[in-house]
Structure formats: C-alpha cells, structure tokens
C-alpha cells in the first residue's frame, strides 16, 4: 500500500509556500517537500494537524492506495 495526498493541490488552492505549510504545521520545509514527493509517512499528529490547516478531513488530503504492479 501507498500513502497519497493532496498537499501540493490544497497549498495551492491556499496560497501557500512549502516553508509557510511547514511553519504552520510545526514541521521543516524539507519534510513538507518529503510529503509532498511521497518519501515520507506522516505521523498521525502530523496528518491530523495538516488537515485541520486546510479545513479538510483527513481523509481527504491523505489516502491509501494499492501498490501498482
């Protein structure tokens, strides 16, 4: 399984940098671009906390994908 999110969408739809995301989640700029690339598990803190910056469930900007074979 994959984790997938709509970070860059929703920092978009937002007008929101990596660095502005990062600081309002309480996280580096380099885990935001970690996230973003997919190279990266937010904890459930994490996930929940950038959720509620966007004002969306978390499933919404997190899902669980099958792997693609």
Do not use: C, H, W
């Amino acid at each position: 399984m994959v984790l997938k999110n709509r970070l860059k969408e929703l920092r978009a739809r937002d007008g929101l940098n990596q660095t502005e995301l990062a600081k309002l989640a309480g996280i580096s700029r380099q885990s935001v671009s970690l996230l973003e690339r997919g190279e990266y598990t937010p904890s459930v803190v994490i996930a929940l906390t950038i959720a509620k910056i966007f004002k969306e469930p978390v499933e919404s900007v997190f899902r669980i994908e099958e792997d693609e074979e």
